[in-house]
């Protein structure tokens, strides 16, 4: 499989390492200083980049007939128009805010607790991320994709990142040196309180999950999850 690369920082050098492993080759590193797309010989695209570049890159691959996996984070508010882009392309497109198989396998354990938790009322919820300094935004997709599967269960209606109401999940954001992503979702009441917690320890996981997204969505037309590539829930 031939792969293009958008953003070949710390996750486009370990998404290489993984897909040349696994057989495929690299065509293309586009970058600030290589911002060039020859969409010849191109099978899929995949976009680690930054939050204020992902849109632009997505829209030149689905223009381009390119299918396109996207783990940058920090974008959402353009997913909407991502996803009619890609219907009206006939195009083909996956974002993800944690690629790994652990992360997506905590976020159907959250998925679980909050329903077990709907109806407890001494119970309050909140969370804590934790990642490496040199990360742009915050809250990490990541706690942004639990705390809406929390809510979508729950009477909470929101998220912030202070506890600004009742029906307000709070989310901590710490920022500490080389932390590859750390994520906690707490229930406290008066006398105890139950934490499920995944820490990655590099970022292999994220890296081999998006390559196997690439795999999975060669020949597929439309907009998925992890959730069909994984084939959970
Ligand atoms: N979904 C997931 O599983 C994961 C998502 N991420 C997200 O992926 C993104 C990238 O993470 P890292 O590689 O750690 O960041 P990084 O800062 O190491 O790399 C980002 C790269 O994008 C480049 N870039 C800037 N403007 C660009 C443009 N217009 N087109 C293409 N590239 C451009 C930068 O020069 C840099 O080399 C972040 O948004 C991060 O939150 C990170 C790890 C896992
Ligand atoms: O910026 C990172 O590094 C990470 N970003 C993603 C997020 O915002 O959730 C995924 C992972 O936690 C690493």
């Not at 690299?26 to 992902?54: G, M, R």
Request: include cysteine; proline fraction near 3%.
């Amino acid at each position: 499989m031939n792969i293009a690369l958008f953003g070949y920082g710390k996750m486009g050098k370990m998404i290489e390492q993984i897909a040349l492993k696994r057989g495929h080759k690299i065509v293309a590193k586009i970058d600030l200083d290589t911002p060039h797309l020859d969409s010849k010989n191109i099978d899929v695209a995949i976009d680690f980049s930054i939050p204020t570049a992902a849109f632009d890159n997505i829209s030149t691959c689905l223009t381009n007939g390119i299918p396109v996996i996207s783990g940058t984070t920090g974008w959402l508010d353009r997913y909407d128009e991502a996803m009619e882009l890609c219907k009206t392309q006939q195009g083909a497109f996956i974002y993800a805010s944690n690629f790994s198989l652990g992360v997506n396998i905590f976020f159907e354990l959250n998925a679980y607790l909050a329903n077990m938790m709907k109806n407890l009322e001494q119970y309050e919820v909140s969370m804590e991320e934790i990642h490496h300094t040199q990360k742009l935004d915050a809250p990490s997709g990541t706690a942004i994709s639990l705390a809406e599967d929390i809510i979508q269960r729950s009477s909470y209606e929101s998220w912030n990142e202070e506890k600004t109401g009742e029906q307000v999940i709070p989310i901590t954001s710490l920022r500490e040196a080389e932390v590859p992503g750390t994520h906690t979702v707490k229930y406290q009441s008066q006398v105890d309180s139950i934490s499920i917690k995944h820490r990655a320890h590099n970022r292999e996981g994220f890296a081999l999950g998006a390559v196997i997204a690439a795999e999975w969505i060669l020949g597929k037309k439309g907009v998925f999850s992890m959730k069909d590539v994984l084939n959970l829930g």
